[in-house]
């Protein structure tokens, strides 16, 4: 949200500068995002008065001005503006000043072989509006040699930040209030005037959808005349970011900027019957004021008369009935809008507006007739008009319950000792009712509805930083470790998988539902999403790890390597995963290995066993699995458990209607690891046997198998490892060859002695229990 200075001295009386008061706001929650001051963009501008203004002698529409600047010594400017004439004031940009609008930088030049000084700027060049037809005219008495920033009132402007929970400050006057609990000035409230009706209102209004809708407020107002609106009110706009269009929309602009309160002007004239809020029919369509046409449902609040709907009530106005140049006679009309609907039917319209921002958030439902009577005020100031009486249809629900508060919870939950009587003196400045040790939260504080909101009302005003740091509590001795078993294990897979040459993804964990769907759907689904593309909870992290190897791959990465940890939502419950993705060249292309080569299924398969064993799984005990799933590759592709119903992990190539579906380039390799399954370690307490390396050399022995081809070299590799535990130290396959007729696999098998060296019948004696442990599994000795 933009201001500027002078609005917010309109509220509030202060001598604070820019820089105090931008600190202030942040310290209290108001996040100033930056200020820029109109002074710096007006630098080398000023006024002048034309002396004289001759016709350019090559050129018809140019004419030759010559300029007094204010230090005696006139300028020759060159100017095309057809109301340039000699006697008139106007801003003169001198060489060196940068044109606001286009960012030009002004030099001396010849223009059409006359020297020409600077330029003569219109409205739209200095950004204050869209008139650009001629430059811009100043009454008789601007003074001469002014900077424009002086002359013109111009006030540094704020960019605050307003969080979601504090709809109380998307308008200045809010912000204000806040400013002045924190003693950095006086708060000026708004003075609400009264108006003196003329006739009771022609126009029926009621409302027949009090849920959506519970109060409907208007007047007419007849006799008005609109043009444009007032400069300090333009001037204000401008800062805040709107755009000046007439001074009746100009009206409804400047007090939803000023009070946070959205409401709308019709054009009488273009209504027919009773005004009415009401449910939309479905199928009804209207075309807003931005020129597009929607079409409503029957879970829309919408103002209709008897010919149809001129309003999405509470977002954004119609077309057909909004107020232009002609307009005479005028509806005015301020509701209070249910915050649910408003963001339910602005997420369904996918449509956006200032008034749908502050009516979700929650408006002051108590400011209604306030709030009429100062629009009613400024229209008749700016244009004119005779008001008719109030009509008052619904009742707004302005009651607020009771909070019981222990003054001393602003110690215990907020770390600040305040005396209560400085609690309730802060309270009190921000609108709190306090009877003893009972407090309620003004109405336009939906916000706040517990002890705990009360407690950071105060710590927020005395400042954060008032929170002393205080070191806690240690017992002597070695510290006992404060990580949960699940935060080590999080710990050292992201260590490990960065030794691995990953690098780490931190996705959204939210979704669009179609890619939810690829994964059967996601159980938990989000009822006010940011967007459409993130309202499904992820059942898995391959859409946005897909999303980022896609990004990464876009933007000229020939090899990604990504990891993530994080959560799965699934209807059983949250499930605490890490996933790995490789796409791209696994190695560049070289003259000893000739083409690039790229991932495939067993380097998955390394990193999820490697990312395990980091993670304290017994890979030991690893059974390999050959259904993963049908989201994967049915041929390239496993799991790997301690049982079927005990998964770890799974591997290898997302099925190809997945990568086609996620973006995925050929050769895209994944890994799941589930690492709620992974088992705890046995002996947490006991302490790690001291190495101590063997005395002898260890011996190898090779063996050659045929196998059947549904044989796991993984399975072979653990029935020969169990042949014999307290000799056998270690198998590995190294050779795996395929002919016509048969499958061989050579592994090499690691023996250590223990007191003495191996006798040639002992080997003789393991090898035949690893012959006879590897035909268990279907393996025969090659001859």
């Given at each position: 949200?933009?201001?500027?200075?002078?609005?917010?001295k309109?509220?509030?009386?202060t001598?604070?500068?820019v820089?105090?008061?931008?600190?202030?706001?942040?310290?209290?929650?108001?996040?100033?995002?930056?200020?820029?001051?109109?002074?710096?963009?007006?630098?080398?501008?000023?006024?002048?008065?034309?002396?004289?203004?001759?016709k350019?002698p090559?050129?018809?529409k140019?004419?030759?001005?010559?300029?007094?600047?204010?230090?005696?010594?006139?300028?020759?400017?060159?100017?095309?503006?057809?109301?340039?004439r000699?006697?008139?004031?106007?801003?003169?940009?001198?060489?060196?000043?940068?044109?606001?609008?286009?960012?030009?930088?002004?030099?001396?030049?010849a223009?059409r072989?006359?020297?020409?000084?600077?330029?003569?700027?219109?409205?739209r060049?200095?950004e204050?509006?869209?008139?650009?037809?001629g430059?811009?005219e100043?009454?008789?008495?601007?003074?001469?040699?002014?900077?424009?920033?002086?002359?013109?009132?111009a006030?540094p402007?704020?960019?605050?930040?307003?969080?979601?929970?504090?709809?109380?400050?998307?308008?200045?006057?809010?912000?204000?209030?806040?400013?002045?609990?924190?003693?950095?000035g006086?708060?000026?409230?708004?003075?609400?005037?009264?108006?003196?009706?003329?006739?009771?209102?022609?126009?029926?209004?009621?409302?027949?959808?009090p849920?959506?809708?519970?109060?409907?407020?208007?007047?007419v107002?007849?006799?008005?005349?609109?043009?444009a609106?007032?400069?300090?009110?333009?001037?204000?706009?401008?800062?805040?970011?709107?755009?000046?269009?007439?001074?009746?929309?100009?009206?409804?602009?400047?007090?939803?900027?000023?009070?946070?309160?959205?409401?709308?002007?019709?054009?009488?004239?273009?209504?027919?019957?009773?005004?009415?809020?009401?449910?939309a029919?479905?199928?009804?369509?209207?075309?807003?004021?931005?020129e597009?046409?929607?079409?409503?449902?029957?879970?829309?609040?919408?103002?209709?008369?008897?010919?149809?709907v001129?309003?999405?009530?509470?977002?954004?106005?119609?077309?057909?009935?909004?107020?232009?140049?002609?307009?005479?006679?005028?509806?005015?009309?301020?509701?209070?809008?249910?915050?649910?609907r408003?963001a339910?039917?602005?997420?369904?319209?996918?449509?956006?507006?200032?008034?749908?921002?502050?009516?979700?958030?929650?408006?002051?439902?108590?400011?209604?007739?306030?709030?009429?009577?100062?629009?009613?005020?400024?229209?008749?100031q700016?244009?004119?008009?005779?008001p008719?009486?109030?009509?008052?249809?619904?009742?707004?629900?302005?009651?607020?319950?009771?909070?019981?508060?222990?003054?001393?919870?602003?110690?215990a939950?907020?770390?600040?000792?305040?005396?209560?009587?400085?609690?309730?003196?802060?309270?009190q400045?921000?609108?709190?009712?306090?009877?003893?040790?009972?407090?309620?939260?003004?109405t336009?504080?939906?916000?706040?509805?517990?002890?705990a909101?009360?407690?950071?009302?105060?710590?927020?005003?005395?400042?954060?930083?008032?929170?002393?740091?205080?070191?806690?509590?240690?017992?002597?001795?070695?510290?006992?470790?404060?990580?949960?078993?699940?935060?080590?294990?999080?710990?050292k897979?992201?260590?490990?998988?960065?030794?691995?040459?990953?690098?780490?993804?931190?996705?959204w964990?939210?979704?669009?539902t179609?890619?939810?769907?690829?994964?059967?759907?996601?159980?938990?689904?989000?009822?006010n999403?940011?967007?459409?593309?993130?309202?499904?909870?992820?059942p898995?992290?391959?859409?946005?790890?897909?999303a980022?190897?896609r990004?990464?791959l876009?933007?000229?990465?020939?090899?990604?390597?990504?990891?993530?940890?994080g959560?799965?939502?699934?209807?059983?419950?949250?499930?605490?995963?890490?996933?790995?993705?490789?796409?791209?060249?696994?190695?560049?292309?070289?003259?000893?290995?000739?083409?690039?080569q790229?991932?495939?299924?067993?380097?998955?398969?390394?990193?999820?066993?490697?990312?395990?064993?980091a993670?304290?799984a017994?890979?030991?005990?690893?059974?390999?699995m050959?259904?993963?799933?049908?989201?994967?590759?049915?041929?390239?592709?496993?799991k790997?458990?301690?049982?079927?119903?005990?998964?770890l992990?799974?591997?290898?190539?997302?099925?190809?209607?997945?990568?086609?579906?996620?973006?995925?380039?050929?050769?895209?390799?994944?890994?799941?690891?589930?690492?709620?399954?992974?088992?705890?370690?046995?002996?947490?307490?006991?302490?790690?046997?001291?190495?101590?390396?063997?005395?002898?050399q260890?011996?190898?022995?090779?063996?050659?198998?045929?196998?059947?081809?549904?044989?796991?070299?993984g399975d072979?590799?653990?029935?020969?490892?169990?042949?014999?535990?307290?000799l056998?130290?270690?198998v590995?396959?190294?050779?795996?060859?395929?002919?016509?007729?048969?499958?061989?696999?050579?592994?090499?098998?690691t023996?250590?002695?223990?007191?003495?060296?191996?006798?040639?019948?002992?080997l003789?004696?393991?090898?035949?229990k690893?012959?006879?442990a590897?035909?268990?599994?279907?393996?025969?000795?090659r001859?």
């Amino acid at each position: 949200m933009k201001f500027s200075l002078e609005w917010l001295k309109h509220f509030l009386d202060t001598d604070a500068s820019v820089e105090e008061l931008a600190e202030k706001m942040t310290q209290i929650g108001l996040e100033v995002e930056g200020v820029e001051d109109p002074a710096e963009r007006f630098e080398g501008f000023s006024v002048a008065h034309v002396l004289t203004a001759d016709k350019h002698p090559d050129a018809d529409k140019l004419q030759v001005l010559t300029v007094d600047t204010g230090d005696g010594k006139p300028l020759q400017v060159v100017c095309g503006a057809p109301n340039a004439r000699a006697g008139m004031k106007g801003v003169l940009g001198q060489p060196g000043a940068t044109v606001p609008a286009n960012g030009m930088v002004l030099k001396k030049a010849a223009i059409r072989g006359v020297e020409s000084n600077g330029m003569m700027c219109s409205v739209r060049e200095l950004e204050l509006g869209d008139e650009h037809d001629g430059i811009i005219e100043l009454p008789e008495d601007a003074p001469v040699g002014a900077t424009f920033a002086n002359y013109s009132g111009a006030s540094p402007v704020f960019d605050v930040f307003i969080t979601p929970d504090r709809a109380d400050c998307m308008g200045v006057m809010g912000i204000a209030r806040d400013l002045a609990a924190a003693g950095i000035g006086t708060f000026k409230p708004v003075e609400v005037p009264t108006i003196e009706a003329s006739e009771p209102c022609p126009v029926e209004i009621r409302t027949d959808d009090p849920e959506g809708c519970p109060a409907f407020y208007g007047r007419v107002i007849k006799g008005v005349k609109n043009g444009a609106s007032p400069d300090w009110m333009q001037r204000r706009l401008i800062a805040a970011g709107q755009r000046p269009i007439s001074a009746l929309v100009d009206c409804t602009n400047y007090l939803m900027l000023a009070t946070g309160r959205p409401a709308h002007v019709y054009d009488l004239a273009k209504l027919s019957g009773t005004v009415v809020a009401r449910r939309a029919k479905a199928g009804e369509k209207v075309l807003a004021l931005n020129e597009k046409e929607y079409e409503l449902d029957d879970t829309m609040t919408v103002i209709a008369d008897d010919t149809g709907v001129h309003d999405i009530g509470g977002i954004m106005g119609g077309e057909h009935s909004g107020a232009d140049e002609n307009t005479t006679d005028v509806l005015l009309e301020i509701a209070y809008f249910d915050p649910d609907r408003i963001a339910k039917t602005g997420q369904k319209l996918m449509l956006t507006s200032d008034a749908r921002t502050r009516f979700e958030r929650g408006v002051d439902p108590a400011f209604l007739d306030d709030g009429l009577a100062l629009l009613t005020d400024l229209i008749l100031q700016t244009c004119g008009g005779t008001p008719s009486e109030v009509v008052r249809a619904g009742t707004p629900p302005t009651t607020r319950e009771a909070i019981a508060f222990d003054w001393n919870r602003t110690a215990a939950l907020g770390g600040i000792d305040v005396p209560q009587d400085r609690q309730v003196e802060i309270l009190q400045s921000l609108g709190f009712t306090v009877d003893g040790d009972s407090v309620t939260a003004p109405t336009w504080r939906h916000d706040v509805d517990g002890q705990a909101d009360l407690v950071e009302e105060v710590a927020r005003i005395v400042g954060f930083d008032q929170v002393p740091s205080t070191p806690l509590p240690r017992e002597e001795g070695v510290a006992h470790p404060t990580a949960s078993r699940s935060q080590i294990v999080e710990r050292k897979l992201r260590r490990a998988a960065a030794s691995r040459g990953f690098n780490e993804a931190i996705t959204w964990s939210f979704i669009p539902t179609e890619q939810a769907d690829l994964f059967g759907g996601a159980p938990n689904i989000v009822a006010n999403p940011i967007s459409e593309d993130m309202k499904a909870m992820r059942p898995s992290l391959l859409p946005g790890l897909a999303a980022a190897a896609r990004r990464n791959l876009d933007r000229g990465a020939d090899s990604v390597r990504l990891f993530e940890i994080g959560r799965r939502y699934l209807a059983e419950g949250e499930r605490p995963t890490a996933a790995v993705l490789m796409t791209g060249n696994k190695a560049p292309r070289s003259w000893a290995k000739g083409k690039a080569q790229g991932f495939d299924a067993f380097d998955a398969k390394a990193e999820a066993i490697a990312l395990l064993e980091a993670a304290g799984a017994p890979t030991g005990n690893l059974m390999l699995m050959m259904d993963a799933g049908d989201t994967w590759h049915p041929g390239r592709s496993a799991k790997l458990g301690l049982g079927p119903k005990k998964i770890l992990a799974r591997f290898g190539e997302p099925h190809p209607s997945l990568a086609k579906a996620l973006d995925l380039p050929k050769g895209t390799v994944i890994a799941e690891l589930y690492l709620d399954n992974i088992p705890a370690p046995k002996n947490q307490e006991r302490a790690r046997v001291q190495y101590s390396p063997p005395a002898l050399q260890a011996v190898t022995r090779d063996f050659a198998f045929t196998v059947p081809s549904d044989l796991a070299a993984g399975d072979l590799e653990r029935a020969i490892a169990g042949a014999d535990k307290k000799l056998i130290t270690g198998v590995r396959t190294f050779d795996r060859y395929e002919g016509s007729d048969a499958l061989s696999l050579a592994i090499e098998v690691t023996l250590q002695p223990n007191e003495k060296s191996f006798t040639e019948e002992e080997l003789t004696a393991v090898s035949k229990k690893i012959v006879e442990a590897a035909e268990k599994k279907g393996a025969t000795l090659r001859a």
